[in-house]
């Protein structure tokens, strides 16, 4: 199981699914795939952790709550289904407070894709097709709801370095060695007997 957590600009969306794909597990984007079928959890734990994701991905999304509650019964069922492929098969998570979520869960690899602003803001600005300062404008305001999201649902800061294994500047070195970094820990991660500490 891996985490992607990133910053804007920080190609979380190209880099996670990747990552799924060279470990051949299932991946779970920020917007639920539609694909999955429905499936009851089997225990509360499941249901706690399916419930999580659940309001956690409406809340990033800025449903309000009204919004959640009509959305949860579908969110439950979709997110029941990869969470039981994935128990078994493994999978990847962008985004979804997946970092805090699956905190204890020993095998997951919580990872943080970052990098300097102005690198972000520059690839914001090719890949939307905006100038410099509205793509500045779209990186500020994504980091400050992605912060004040983890803080709200969570009650810790989203960048904070304790929460995660593994933290890569994906504008200083790009997309292929930053998945191949994320894929050979995890590899390393799941070889390695649990040490609970």
Known sequence: MVTVAA???AAGHLIAPRVAEALGVPFLDRALPPSL?????EDQRQSRL?????RASTMFAGESGEGIDRDEGRFRA???EFVARASADGGVVLGRGGVIVLADTPTALHVLLTGRREGRVARVAEREGVDRKEADRRVRAHDRARKDYVRRAFGVHA???SLYHLIIDTVRLGL???VELVVTA???L???PSTGS
């Open 78 to 80: 979709e997110l029941a």
């Open 37 to 41: 079928a429905a499936a009851n959890p």
């Open 50 to 54: 399916v419930g999580s994701l659940a």
């Open 7 to 9: 910053q804007h600009g």
């Open 190 to 192: 799941t070889r390695q």
């Open 159 to 161: 960048d904070d370095g």
């Open 186 to 188: 995890s590899r390393a």
């Open 176 to 178: 292929d060695p930053s």
